[in-house]
DNA sequence: ACAATAACCGAAAAAAGATTCGGTAAGCAT
DNA sequence: ATGCTTACCGAATCTTTTTTCGGTTATTGT
């Protein structure tokens, strides 16, 4: 996992939240758990706009930072599925406002990026 | 402003949410204009971590997606002024949730963040 | 005249983050 | 044996975001 050079300041509650959840998939990827959908192959068949290696990747940092944990069945074919713990069930919350937030507003911002997009042109 | 080459997905509403408050600092500008700290100059006091150019910035997407608004005068010292938007304040709930979130799990998250450095020396 | 300040902008450079690509190991089916 | 799948990793590359730096304009205080 990437250390940053300018650090960070953890003192900001913001901040915490964005480093456990931030990334550009973790949110999906903790939907994608919540509902069921609990093995990285299925995550990627889910969120198919994804690469299979960023999917990986911010699965184990939610791993290292509590989030999700791992049942990893040894033998074949390798079963893993990952879970949310209670630290990632106390996210959903966040999420669910986030997104009925972003849903309410979809369209003003929508049309917002459509005159941005055509004045750069 | 920046143009993606990527396209992004605005039918998911955490996705439109973090277009609109997701930058580095745009959650400590709506919440210093929140608290009365409402020019640029100030905000900048407010916030030192912060280079200038980016609240500039980042106060002209707030702006310009309708989180907030512009009152300048003209005249001298140029005294510029933003204030939350209606749309600007139906935000802050949503901010607030995620710094308790935030500041209720910082030892733990600030904990492993060292395990982190400290293997990777 | 000259420094100081406020608001703001463009462009280069640096940093952070995401994607692509090629690889491993292990077992199953053909 | 060959191809398929699952899970995972390293490294190069590209994209996006943030920072740094050097400007502009206009006005006030000295």
Redesign the pocket.
Known sequence: M?????E?DLDCGIRVAAKMF?????CCILDAINRGIN????I?RYIT??????I?????ELLFFGAIE?C?EE???????YRLTSLGESILPILEQMDRWGLTHSEFIKERQRELESAEL
Not at 39 to 42: F, S
């Open positions: 990437y250390t940053k050079k300018i960070e931030g990334g550009k998939w973790k093995r990285p192959a299925d990627g706009d994804a690469s299979a290696r960023v990986e990747m911010q699965l184990a791992k990893a033998g074949f074919p390798k079963r893993t599925e």
